[in-house]
Nanobody
């Protein structure tokens, strides 16, 4: 059974940085993808970024391109989301999830998600 555990959230000032981690376990092969989603208060869950374990290909949503970087540490079965130049619009609960595909018609959507982590809160405020 796949398990995902997020960590690294917190309170940060605008312009600051955070690095989120998603520790994964329970995979039976290396053919999987991990996506990051976020949910702001009162809004739906948005696909932010995604990485393929097998070939390292990545996806970024338009709102985070150039500011966020996704990476993986295969030895630790962990996926990271480095978030720079944060702004208040980045506030929300961030979830990692296994996904069937990183993008469909140019977007990472909730429909692709399979197993979810519990989420970690990111608050960008002065």
């Amino acid at each position: 059974q796949v398990q995902l555990v997020e960590s690294g959230g917190g309170l940060v000032q605008p312009g600051g940085s955070l690095r989120l981690s998603c520790a994964a376990s329970g995979f039976t092969s290396n053919d999987y993808r991990i996506g990051w989603f976020r949910q702001a208060p009162g809004k739906g869950r948005e696909g932010v970024s995604c990485i393929s374990r097998s070939d390292g290909s990545t996806y970024y949503g338009d709102s985070v391109k150039g500011r966020f970087t996704i990476s993986r540490d295969d030895a630790r079965n962990t996926v990271f989301l480095q978030m720079n130049t944060l702004n208040p619009e980045d506030t929300g609960v961030y979830y990692c999830a296994t996904v069937r595909y990183c993008q469909f018609r140019g977007m990472l959507t909730v429909a692709a998600a399979q197993s979810w982590g519990q989420g970690t809160q990111v608050t960008v405020s002065s």
